[in-house]
């Protein structure tokens, strides 16, 4: 199944073990936040610190693992021809463009935009996680 997501947007979907996804950015200038919960406990999610921790390195790419809290395999990247995502910042809201960018009356963000998608799983705007966001390169100071 090919499912185009538009910009400024989110889906959530169900994606079982061997199942793969493939992420791409057509346009360029796009960044894709992913966030994993286990099917059958929400409470075990994708885990930012975990997998980088067990990767040995703040930048992910072919071959790791992303983990959940739980230190359980939830997807592994098995082809990456960007190289750099990031896994530290949390998905950009309201709250983000009011207090970094100064704006009055923002439009909602990648928080927004999953809270609406994964609401019909009964997941709610705090269980939301560190996404892994594919395409944004970080740069960090020594």
Known sequence: MIQRIPPKSGVAFILRKGQRLTVTDPEGEQVSDLVAY???DRKE???SGRSLDYA???FLTTG???YSNRSRDMLKIVKDEVGRHDF???PCSKDTFRKLYNEADPQ???Q???EAALSEYGIGPDDIP???NIFMHVAMDP
Request: with cysteine; net charge negative; glycine share 12%.
């Open 108 to 110: 909602g963000g990648c």
């Open 38 to 40: 286990n099917l059958d």
């Open 64 to 66: 790791d693992v992303l």
């Open 56 to 58: 040995g390195r703040m």
């Open 130 to 132: 560190i996404a892994f």
């Open 45 to 47: 999610v994708i885990s």
């Open 88 to 90: 530290t910042l949390t």
């Open 112 to 114: 927004e935009n999953l």
